[in-house]
């Protein structure tokens, strides 16, 4: 059965920073790999998606990469900013089956 | 914004009632997915249809029905609804680049079983 964690569960950090989240996942026969932002009440938007035969995407200040053989992806977000505060979840699509698996997310909180 | 619409984005019901969620999506995609999030479970799939009529289960479709009798609507039917039932559901839509099928997802309906 598949597995995504998210670790750490929050993360707080001045403005400015560049940070890293971590996503892992047990079975590494995924077809895809998304990152996702979810603000207080709201749905889910989609930042970057990653095909399994992909190591990174990129959107703006925003880089994702994907070790599938180790089972990782990481969202690097660069010169972070207040706006970006907000939760970030890692899904990963199984092969041969439409359902994404969600870690539990990572509460993201940039302090001005 | 992916073109994705549900309704009611708030109901409170009491247990033991029918209740029905709508999704509405204008993009033309093929799959659409229900899903609910819960504290400590994060988002976990309920149902989801890869076309008109086609629906299959997913990992907590316990209580749950589904209809989808045009492309762009997706119901959900709580039977009897529970209070384990209380949740933020949201709708989900996928398949119109079909290489990807990068899921894009509705504002969400809290939903409150008294």
């Known amino acids: 059965k598949q597995e995504v964690t998210q670790i750490p569960a929050a993360l707080s950090v001045p403005e400015g920073e560049n940070l890293v989240l971590n996503c892992s996942f047990t079975?590494?026969?995924?077809?895809?790999l998304q990152w996702f932002r979810q603000d207080p009440g709201k749905g889910l938007t989609s930042l970057l998606l990653?095909?399994?035969?992909?190591r990174e995407q990129t959107s703006g200040r925003l880089n994702a990469s994907l070790d599938k053989s180790s089972g990782r992806s990481t969202l690097y977000i660069a010169a972070s900013q207040p706006g970006d505060s907000a939760t970030y979840l890692c899904?990963?699509?199984?092969?041969?089956?439409?359902?994404?698996?969600f870690g539990q997310g990572t509460r993201l909180t940039i302090n001005p | 914004d992916a073109g994705i619409t549900q309704s009611p984005r708030h109901k409170v019901t009491e247990t033991g009632t029918p209740v029905t969620l709508r999704c509405h999506q204008t993009?033309?995609?093929?799959?659409m997915y229900w899903y609910r999030q819960d504290p400590g479970h994060g988002l976990r799939l309920i149902h989801y249809?890869?076309?008109?009529?086609?629906?299959d289960k997913g990992e907590v479709s316990d209580g749950y029905s589904v209809s989808r009798s045009k492309t762009e609507d997706f119901l959900l039917t709580l039977e009897s609804a529970t209070s384990s039932q209380t949740s933020v559901y949201f709708c989900?839509?996928?398949?119109?680049?079909?290489?990807?099928?990068?899921?894009?997802f509705g504002p969400g309906t809290r939903l409150t079983v008294l």
């Open positions: 989900a839509i996928s398949g119109r680049v079909s290489v990807t099928n990068e899921q894009f």
């Open positions: 079975d590494s026969a995924i077809y895809n």
């Open positions: 990653i095909q399994s035969s992909q």
């Open positions: 899904a990963v699509r199984i092969q041969g089956a439409q359902k994404l698996v």
């Open positions: 993009e033309n995609h093929r799959y």
């Open positions: 249809s890869y076309g008109v009529k086609d629906t």
